[in-house]
């Protein structure tokens, strides 16, 4: 399964004259090395392929040597040479190597054009924004979409709600006991212990992982940080647990969604909602089955909910805009997006609840915002958006 747009944009920027590094980064699981490996399948490019995922020791000198080589074709008469480096970020100080080299080349005007890969936007951006500075233009590959799953593994609408997006696991579905294990195993620990507890100072890690499962049962759920402190076991403060949902967040695992409110302040105190990045992460912490979560509606409903909100949040940096929530009261609208021009609130009819008056309270307040119902039922209601619709397109057309 290509993912022709990531592909497409490779070969365009790397095709231009050689100006920055390019840098393919996102969550663990998403396909970037495929991506690379088919861009240079398809590709006339005199390149150096190398991966530092199997480095031990004093990578360091690895690199400088891959990049010696690169430079020692120039040399030998080719008119540019294309660098790949795969998971870049397992090389202690890569970024003040690559930094060193690149301006080194800069100076020189030797035209060794850089394409670097990391499995964690966490991990790679620490260092490109400490080094490289101005040197480098990021590539963001977000999770699998409903519309590549079921193009590459026959996903079914329901089947995508709630075994989500990873290709990886695609194949154990029918076996559920053995998909979970493989989610909690090669996912979700893997992610949390080397994309965030390899990197960062973690006191309590225990509270990291405790975080992550209360926050993934909880998503597309608000839940303010004083009544998680109650249900967490050694949760310190309200400053530690907001630190390590960002680092979740960064890791493209768990996100605490704003609340809208027109004021950057306001936002910025109010009570997250919770938010995986792909439904997989919730279910596969789920004590029910598939069978029985769509036959429970209350749940079936948080999970279309949460379906939703993973496809507005993984297209957030992809189309340039910010996702809230919002509520007043008991009024509330689902998820609300903002480019900073235009506004719109989106709500989700899953059956799960009865219909409230937040999205005419919120249209009141905001009255240049557009309003949309996604649904999840079959309706002759041509006001609602269906589901799977809404799930094969970008968010970019509400505005």
């Known amino acids: 399964m290509e993912r022709t747009l990531f592909i497409t944009q490779l070969k365009k920027r790397i095709s231009e004259k050689r100006k920055f590094i390019q840098v393919v980064a996102g969550p663990r699981q998403v396909g970037k090395t495929t991506i690379i490996m088919q861009f240079l399948e398809q590709t006339d490019y005199n390149y150096i392929y190398e991966s530092a995922d199997a480095l031990s020791g004093s990578s360091q000198v690895w690199l400088e040597a891959l990049w010696t080589s690169a430079r020692f074709k120039i040399k030998m008469g080719a008119k540019e040479v294309l660098l790949v480096i795969d998971e870049i970020q397992k090389i202690p100080n890569w970024s003040e190597i690559v930094k060193k080299l690149w301006d080194e080349d800069s100076r020189s005007k030797t035209n060794v054009k850089v394409l670097l890969s990391g499995s964690s ?33 026959g996903f079914s609408l329901e089947e995508y709600v709630f075994f989500g997006g990873y290709p990886g696991p695609a194949e154990l579905i029918k076996d559920e006991k053995r998909w979970k294990s493989y989610m909690r195993d090669s996912i979700i620990e893997t992610s949390i212990s080397k994309d965030i507890l390899m990197l960062t100072t973690i006191t309590k890690p225990a509270l990291l992982h405790q975080l992550f499962e209360l926050g993934a049962v909880y998503s597309s759920q608000v839940l303010p940080f004083n009544k998680m402190l109650g249900t967490l076991t050694d949760a310190g403060n309200t400053v530690t647990l907001s630190h390590y949902l960002s680092l979740l967040e960064q890791s493209k695992l768990l996100g605490g969604l704003q609340k809208f409110s027109g004021s950057e302040q306001k936002s910025r105190s109010s009570s997250p909602k919770l938010q995986v990045y792909n439904n997989a992460l919730y279910a596969s912490l789920l004590p029910k089955g598939f069978e029985t979560a769509m036959e429970t509606p209350d749940l079936w409903g948080r999970l279309v909910e949460s379906c939703v909100g993973t496809h507005l949040i993984n297209n957030a ?14 009024d509330e609208v689902d998820y609300v997006i903002s480019n900073g021009h235009d506004l719109c609130a989106i709500e989700v009819k899953s059956g799960s609840r009865t219909s409230n008056k937040g999205m005419q309270i919120f249209k009141e307040k905001y009255p240049e915002a557009k309003v949309y119902v996604v649904s999840a039922q079959d309706s002759d209601n041509s006001a609602c958006i269906p589901l799977e619709q809404f799930l094969c397109n970008s968010p970019e057309i509400f505005f």
């Open 121 to 153: 936007r966490l991990l790679i951006e620490k260092g490109l924004t400490e080094s490289l500075h101005g040197r480098f233009e990021l590539i963001q590959v977000p999770h699998w979409t409903f519309l590549e799953m079921k193009e590459a593994f």
């Open 317 to 330: 940096d992809l189309c340039g805009y910010r996702l809230f929530y919002w509520r007043d009261g008991n």
